[in-house]
């Protein structure tokens, strides 16, 4: 290992860089805590002498106003009757899907149809008993060969016919979870909720019974003028080229965000610490992403992707993507179809002395998908895939808070990124093209 990568690992704000990131709080997009964190953030680049600007992209924001969710007893009629009444049955914990449809005055009422987790096969299997159902799911561990993002779950939902879509945390004890239904300003949709394991047994058990019937309340606003900022370094080299760090500020309102993605942006600070001082008229140049609206289907980064003119995509030549890169202490380079980077992650694991592995198909789960669908050899550098019992099931939860996270994880973290970022900068022209090519 070089001994500047080694020093990059000891980088003595790196710590204090996370706790004060944390202390923003979970950073909702919306919620001007994202804003907040990423002018402290943008301060923290200055200090690196490079070029600093931040641009401010559209987005399709929303916010709840009210979400409740009732499990109701008794005969079709007199469900009917006690729901326009507010005659109340069990109340149960929800969370709405960012951007959720809302529902019609005095809730949507209906009968549940539960699906397992949720998978092609599982929607196969009911046929046609899933239009005008709300339909029951479980969410999965996002970070394994056999997930199914609960995206992809909802918008099954919504081609069969669904009215509702209701998604269950499969672990006990864990709360609430948080997501988006990436569901377009516009675009079809149906009401939809996250609920906790308890909320799920519950009602699956009133399925197996002979019939669950809830009322679901969602009410969300359009926030037709939401904007995401888009937090930029600029460190040029002897080229136009750049080797691009990426992380997402923005999280979710029930915990701290500290994995997902505290620890990206930490650990792209202290990277971004330990290469200013090498870029130079023998290298490419480095540029550090900081992209908001992350968390609602990738929007902040799309927006900016897509304002870039050609010439500008084409000298993107890698995008190192750090979100949650702590929780556990394997790491693997999610590299989006791009075989070449596979060498490329090995040589960089062997120059910081930290394990990565690989996994070379396309996971659309976070920033690097919006720098692939443009072409540019893209990866996201991940702790804990498949590795459900990991610390990282914590994300998108309450427990998604500081401690859940171990220095050493961050440590190495910044190894392997400014491993890679320098393998990146020192490559040649043709070397860096010839990583472009994807598999068919």
């Not at 019937?213 to 926030?223: C, H, K, Q, S």
């Not at 750049?242 to 992380?247: D, E, F, L, Q, T």
């Not at 540029?287 to 003119?309: D, P």
Request: hydrophobic share 45%; glycine share 12%; proline share 5%.
């Amino acid at each position: 290992m070089s001994d500047w990568i080694a020093r990059a690992g000891q980088d003595p704000a790196l710590m204090n860089d996370f706790a004060t990131l944390c202390g923003f709080g979970g950073r909702l997009a919306g919620s001007g805590q994202e804003d907040a964190a990423m002018d402290w953030a943008l301060e923290r680049l200055r200090e690196t002498g490079g070029t600093v600007s931040r641009v401010n992209v559209p987005y399709d924001g929303w916010r709840c106003l009210d979400a409740r969710l009732q499990l109701l007893q008794g005969d079709a009629a007199g469900v009917m009757a006690g729901a326009a009444a507010g005659d109340s049955g069990a109340a149960l914990a929800c969370k709405p899907l960012l951007r959720s449809l809302s529902t019609p005055e005095g809730g949507l009422v209906g009968e549940v149809l539960d699906l397992g987790i949720g998978r092609l096969d599982d929607f196969d299997r009911a046929g046609d008993t899933v239009r005008g159902k709300i339909v029951l799911v479980r969410h999965e561990y996002p970070f394994s060969p056999t997930h199914m993002h609960r995206r992809r779950k909802y918008d099954l939902a919504v081609a069969r016919g669904a009215i509702g879509f209701l998604i269950a945390n499969p672990l006990p004890d864990k709360g609430l979870l948080s997501g988006s239904s990436g569901r377009a300003r516009g675009g079809p949709g149906i009401p939809a909720a996250y609920i906790d394991f308890e909320a799920g047994e519950r009602i699956a058990a009133a399925c197996a019974a002979g019939r669950a019937r809830v009322r679901l309340v969602i009410d969300g606003e359009e926030l037709p003028d939401a904007l995401a900022g888009v937090g930029i370094l600029d460190l040029p080299g002897r080229t136009d080229d750049r080797i691009v760090i990426s992380a997402h500020m923005d999280g979710h309102d029930l915990g701290q965000s500290a994995l997902d993605n505290a620890t990206g942006v930490v650990v792209a600070l202290a990277a971004a610490r330990a290469l200013a001082p090498r870029v130079s008229d023998r290298t490419h140049g480095l540029r550090i992403c900081f992209f908001s609206a992350e968390e609602w289907a990738l929007a902040g980064s799309a927006r900016y992707l897509g304002g870039l003119s050609v010439e500008e995509l084409g000298h993107l030549k890698l995008d190192i993507n750090l979100d949650t890169v702590a929780g556990d202490d394997s790491l693997t380079a999610l590299i989006s179809d791009f075989p070449e980077l596979e060498g490329f992650v090995a040589n960089s694991a062997a120059l910081s002395g930290v394990p990565v592995a690989t996994y070379l198909p396309l996971m659309p789960n976070s920033d690097h998908a919006n720098f692939a669908a443009h072409g540019i050899p893209a990866m996201r550098l991940l702790a804990g895939f498949d590795r459900p019992d990991s610390r990282v099931n914590n994300i998108l939860s309450p427990g998604d808070v500081p401690s859940v996270v171990r220095e050493a994880e961050l440590r190495q973290s910044v190894k392997v990124t400014c491993a890679m970022a320098w393998q990146g900068l020192t490559m040649s022209g043709p070397e860096l093209d010839a990583m472009q090519r994807r598999t068919a």
